[in-house]
């Protein structure tokens, strides 16, 4: 089975700017989580899709947005990028077929790095 | 809300030994809980999910066991070698959170030398 692509792997933007991150989850999945990884705060939640519906934010402001396709491949959108949203955007993949009281397990691409000058 | 330290958060190691990584979480209702590896500038790869049911799981040379009464995970490497070389990341469901939501602690940053 192929793993979670993520794409592109690096991106180089200026302040001000927008950027759209992709995510192919494995076959099969159909719940696809993001995160923001950075030194300072490791890693952190930023929303979950399941079925083309997201079923949960982090706490990030609005600039941050996604969606998801039917095909449960999901984009992640930042608008007004700033200095501070340099950082590795991960994606995780999981079957998260189970209510909010259980975790499915999740497996992660390799991650986009995007450096904001 | 879950919070989730690991200890310790570096580890530097002689090669062929056997290390513990600890981590400890603050809402023990979880069901389960996960362990992963992290290379520098890469994603994280699953090592292990253990159920509560469990207490122990093992994957070749890593044994990771969980004990919800104390609110603890640990990670047993075994005979370690410098491929094991890693940050290893642990992370617990936060149930008040919804779908998915997860805590990761900081990791340990663990260098095996040869």
């Known amino acids: 089975k192929a793993g979670v692509t993520q794409t592109p792997r690096y991106l180089i933007k200026t302040r001000g700017q927008q950027v759209t991150l992709s995510c192919s989850p494995i076959s099969g999945h159909r719940s696809v989580s993001w995160y923001q990884q950075t030194p300072g705060q490791g890693l952190q939640f930023l929303f979950e899709?399941?079925?083309?519906?997201?079923?949960n934010k982090g706490n990030f402001p609005g600039r941050f947005s996604g969606r998801q396709f039917s095909n449960s491949r999901s984009e992640m959108n930042v608008s007004t990028l700033e200095l501070g949203d340099s950082a590795l955007y991960l994606c995780?993949?999981?079957?998260?077929?189970?209510?909010?009281?259980?975790?499915?397990?999740?497996?992660f691409g390799p991650g986009t790095r995007l450096t904001v000058l | 809300k879950q919070e989730v330290t690991q200890i310790p958060a570096a580890l530097s190691v002689p090669e062929g030994e056997n290390l513990v990584l600890n981590c400890s979480f603050t809402d023990s209702a979880i069901y389960n809980l996960q362990w992963f590896r992290q290379d520098p500038g890469k994603g994280l790869t699953s090592l292990l999910l253990?159920?509560?049911?469990?207490r122990e799981q093992t994957s070749g040379r890593l044994n990771a066991s969980l004990d919800k009464s104390s609110g603890r995970s640990t990670l047993y490497i075994a005979a370690s070698q410098p491929g094991d070389s890693a940050t290893y990341l642990c992370?617990?469901?936060?149930?008040?959170?919804?779908?998915?939501?997860?805590?990761f602690g900081i990791g340990t940053k663990l260098q095996v030398i040869p």
């Open positions: 995780a993949s999981s079957a998260g077929t189970s209510g909010t009281n259980y975790y499915n397990e999740q497996f």
């Open positions: 992370a617990a469901p936060d149930l008040s959170g919804g779908y998915q939501k997860v805590t």
């Open positions: 899709y399941f079925s083309e519906t997201q079923r």
């Open positions: 253990i159920q509560s049911s469990q």
